[in-house]
C-alpha cells in the first residue's frame, strides 16, 4: 500500500483558530493511523491577506499540541519549496501544459467586460459565469495579443454536459452538473495561481494521498477532479470536515465563542485538553471514551466516524475535558498556568512561594483551566465578604448557629502555632463543645470566613487565611 501522506494548507492570515486547527489534528491523526507522513504547505498566494508572523504562529501552535510535521517550509523533504509563493515557475509550467493539452486556454477579457458580464447576469438573476469568449481565439489571435503586451489568465475548460461526481469519505456520494461549473481562473495575469489550481498541483506533486480539510471546499472538489483527470493523475482521497459552528447555530466567530489556540493557552488551558476536546469536534470513538492522549488518539482514529452534521463549539465541554488534564498536572506545572493570572488580579507581593503553591494546590480540583481560579480566590484577597442569599438563610436557620461561631472564635484565640493540625484540632474541639456536627458545625464557619457556601477543604481555607484575617471575619 502507498505510504499515507497528509497536508496541513493554511493561509498564513493570522492565529490559529479552533476551526483550523481541528483540521490540522484531524489529518495529522489521519496520517499517523497508519504511520504516514503529516506536511506543512503555506498557501500564501493571496499575498494581500498575509499577516506577518503567521507563520510562526502556526509553528508554535502545532508545536505545542504535538502535531509534528514530516515535511515542511522548516524542515523540507523531496518535494519542496512547501511555501506557495515560492513556487510560482511550478504552477506557470502546468498551467501552459493545460493549454497544450487543450484543457485551459489564454483569457485576455478586461475588467471592464467581466464586470459588463457580472452586471448582465445580476440583472437576469442568473449566477455569473464567464462566457467562454475567449476559448475559441486562434493561435494568431493569441499570439498576437501576447506580442502586443496583453495581459491573460488561463480558464480552465470545463465539460458544458455530463456530470462530475466522487465519493467523500464523510459526505458520501457528491455530484455536480458540469454545466454549471466556471471556466474558472487556474494562472491569474499577475503570474499567481488560484486556490483552485494551486491546491491540486500541489497536492498531486506533493503525493498527498488523503485531502482532508474544511467542508466550503466540497462542491468544488468536482472541479479539482477535473484537473486531476485532464493531468491523467491519480486522484485523492477526499475527507472533507464537518463545520464548527458557536452555541448559538451560527458560523463561530468571536462574538459566539471563537478564539484562537493562543487565546485559550494564554488563559491557562492546557494543550492536551485542547487537543483532546478538538479531537471530539465532528469525531467520536467508537466505544464513547473521550478522554485521549494524541497517540492514543492516532491508534484509535477512523475518518469514517467523522459526522456529516456540523460540530458544536461547547466550552463547557472543553472546561471539562481540560479539567482532567489539570487534574494530573504537577504542582510546578499549575503554578505556571495560574499564578500569573493572580498576579494580574490581585496584589500578591506579600504572599510567599509557599503561600502560593498551597493555594494553587488547593483549587486544583476546582479549576478547569488556568485564568479560571482567579473568581475562586478573591475572598483570599478581599476582605470585603458579603454573606447574602442561601448563605444568610442557612446562617438564620438554626438556633446553634451563634454557639458554633463563638465557641470556634475561642479556639482559634487560643491557637498559638498556626498550622493545620492545630486549626483542625480547633474545629473537633468546637465539635464537641458546641455538640453540633456534619453540616451545622462546617457550614457556619465556612460561610462566615469565606462567605462562600462550597469550597475546598476548610482547615487549608482557614490556614492559608491566616489567623488574624480569620479573627477578624468571625468578630464581624
Ligand atoms: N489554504 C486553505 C485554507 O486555509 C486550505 C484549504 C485546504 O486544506 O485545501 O482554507
Redesign the pocket.
Known sequence: MKKIRT?????P?GFMHIG?LR?AIF?YLIAKHDDGDFIL?I?DTDQTRKVDGAVEFIYKTCELCGLKFDEGPNNPGLYGPYTQSERLDIYSKYAHELVEKGKAYYCFCSEERLQDLRHQAELEKRAFLYDGYCKNLTKEEIANKIKNGEKYVIRQKMPKEGISSYEDVVFGNISVENKILEDQILLKSDGFPT?NFA?VVD?HLMAITH????N??LMSTPKYNLLYDAFGWERPVYIHLPMVLGEDGQKLSKRNGDASFMDLYNDGYLPEGIVNYLALLGWSSSDNVEIFTLEELAKIFDPKRISKSPAIYDVKKLNWVNAHYIKKLPIEKLCEITIPHLKDAYNIEDKSTEWLNHLVKLYQKHISYGKEIVSLVSLFFNDDIVIEGEAKEFMESDASIETVLKVFEEEIKNIDNWNLDNITLAINNTKDKANVKGKLLYMPIRIKVSGQMHGPELPDTIYLLGKDVVLNRLQK
Open positions: 497536508r496541513y494548507a493554511p493561509s492570515t483550523n483540521s489529518e504547505r498557501e486556490y491546491n497536492d485531502v482532508a480539510r474544511g466550503e471546499y
